[in-house]
């Protein structure tokens, strides 16, 4: 999430005074009562802070590279905002620091990279690559990386097309209203082993479909397709319309998104509203599969204090998960079988899904990251998830999870301490069974 630090009190504060609404009422407390089980994380990575010079250094979302001519020696890719991209191995060491593109001018915004996704195996003018995707906020484009994992200079090259148009803007002046590509997720279709990468826009409830394409030199460019828009507004089951308390202008944006590649299934967190499941081609209807606590909840927003005030809770939200719905991953087993991860951030939980639609995405449980004995801290405020169902060498043999934490501990005085943590996926796996 990198939405404005007054949005971001309007939220936790309707958050909090929902969830002490909802605790008079008998049927949520019980729910509450109920304790997920922990995970506690095998690693960190160094926290992210601001710099000196006042840049965004900010972690946000994480996606594992697999080696798979050597597992143990694979990579996490994640961004950092206006501190571009880095490289993780398994260790959660710093393997290359990769900047953000520099602002086109004095008066615009520097590059800022929100989420990154990866595309395995995708036919360039100069062979096959493996590509770390990021949506990059600050010019509303797309940016490519290829992966060479023994590469001298680290395993991060920018070949990006330079002709790559903005995602959403027809001029620079809308690019600097910062209404700009947001959300991200990559998908290869099986049927015609096209790539493509799914782009959602902030402070609206639009996600774009991107054709991956090749360009001259080895570069990578994309194509739009088509767009669809989720809902802004919602009948209740009362006759009344709700629409999420929000900053005047600014409309429920998604973010976290994740495609399950059996069967090309788009899943697409609406950060105050829910996750929505629809076909990653964007030609049919949009379902909703489960919604948060605060669905329905009146809120009025205060100019003054910036924040939302909540009105009565009519009971219309779902009971597990807390707004903001983020970070959203699959967990892949080979019996077709797994799990849809979300991170609940209003509540600092996760919770998983069955992936099957056939099941209509049934919840299958939840779990919190909590401190390790080790000293290792739990994560907070989760903003993005990645999960791989495959063996990583003898560090995670059983897989790996790792999760932004939004609030590292020790904190850095008044800076935000923020990194991600690596937690053995089998040890998820084990509480989400149980």
């Avoid at 926290?47 to 972690?59: K, S, W």
């Avoid at 639009?206 to 088509?226: C, F, H, M, N």
């Avoid at 996750?275 to 009025?300: C, H, S, Y």
Wanted: hydrophobic share 35%.
């Amino acid at each position: 999430m990198v939405t404005s630090s007054s949005a971001r009190s309007a939220r936790l504060a309707l958050v909090t005074a929902v969830a002490a609404l909802a605790a008079t009422a008998v049927p949520f407390q019980a729910l509450a009562a109920s304790p997920l089980p922990a995970v506690t994380p095998h690693s960190e990575t160094p926290a992210l802070h601001d710099d000196e010079a006042g840049g965004d250094a900010d972690a946000d979302d994480p996606a594992i590279w697999r080696n798979a001519a050597d597992p143990g020696r694979s990579l996490v890719i994640a961004t950092a905002k206006q501190g571009g991209l880095r490289a993780y191995d398994l260790d959660a060491r710093e393997v290359q620091s990769v900047p953000a593109p520099a602002a086109p001018g004095p008066d615009h915004a520097p590059g800022r990279f929100n989420n990154v996704d990866l595309v395995h195996g995708l036919r360039l003018t100069s062979g096959r690559a493996d590509l770390a995707v990021t949506s990059d906020r600050g010019s509303d484009r797309l940016r490519f990386y290829r992966i060479d994992r023994d590469r001298a200079g680290g395993p991060l090259t920018d070949v990006t097309d330079p002709a790559a148009a903005p995602v959403f803007s027809s001029s620079q002046a809308e690019i600097d209203e910062q209404r700009t590509a947001y959300g991200l997720a990559t998908w290869t279709d099986k049927a015609t082993s096209r790539s493509y990468a799914l782009v959602s826009r902030r402070e609206r409830t639009g996600i774009a479909l991107l054709e991956l394409t090749p360009g001259a030199g080895g570069t990578v460019g994309y194509r739009k397709i088509r767009t669809l828009d989720l809902p802004a507004d919602f009948r209740l089951p009362n006759g009344s319309s709700w629409s999420p308390c929000g900053e005047p202008g600014e409309l429920p944006q998604v973010e976290g998104m994740v495609v399950d590649p059996a069967n090309g299934t788009l899943y697409a967190g609406q950060e105050d509203v829910g996750i929505w499941r629809m076909p990653a081609d964007l030609t049919g209807k949009p379902q909703l599969v489960d919604k948060v606590r605060e669905f329905g909840v009146p809120g009025t927003y205060d100019e003054e204090t910036e924040e939302c005030t909540p009105g009565t809770d009519p009971g219309y939200g779902g009971t597990r998960m807390s707004a903001d719905v983020e970070g959203l991953t699959l967990v892949n087993e080979s019996d077709g079988d797994g799990y849809l991860l979300a991170s609940s951030q209003g509540d600092n939980t996760f919770a998983a899904y069955d992936r099957e639609v056939s099941d209509a995405n049934e919840y299958e449980g939840g779990f919190r990251v909590t401190a390790a004995a080790s000293g290792v801290d739990g994560s907070e405020e989760c903003d993005g998830a990645a999960a791989l169902n495959a063996p990583l060498g003898a560090r995670y043999p059983n897989g790996l999870l790792v999760v932004q934490d939004g609030h590292d501990a020790p904190g850095d005085g008044e800076r935000p301490s923020t990194n991600f943590k690596f937690v053995d996926l089998g040890a998820v796996l084990d509480a989400v069974d149980d």
